[in-house]
């Protein structure tokens, strides 16, 4: 078998599970960076919004669409309501566009089953 290593510090990946393609330390430090991204970016499409009123928010308050794009305002109807109307038929798929978009070398996927295969 082939010693794999993390893609980007080159670490060994033994006792790491079969799946990983990065180390421990490089693992966390994406997860990191990807939520402070995928924040940085909502926050940039709602100003003014905090990270609270993302998708929470009391039931019968105004909050705003989770869409980054749409950034309409409506009044939030039930715990799990967090697209505006437009958007919610739209987008069922839309978190996972949004996350395969945003994370093209993403460590899960294609690129472990090509990992496998070679194995
Ligand atoms: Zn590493
Ligand atoms: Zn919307």
Redesign the pocket.
Known sequence: MVER???????SLEGRDPQAV??????A?RQRRNRRDAYARWKAAHPGATRRARYTGTVGTEITCATPECGNRFIKRSGVHKFCDECRVANESYHDNVWNRAHPNRPFGPKVLALKAAA
């Open positions: 290593t993390c893609e980007d510090c080159n670490a990065f180390c421990k330390t490089c693992f430090a």
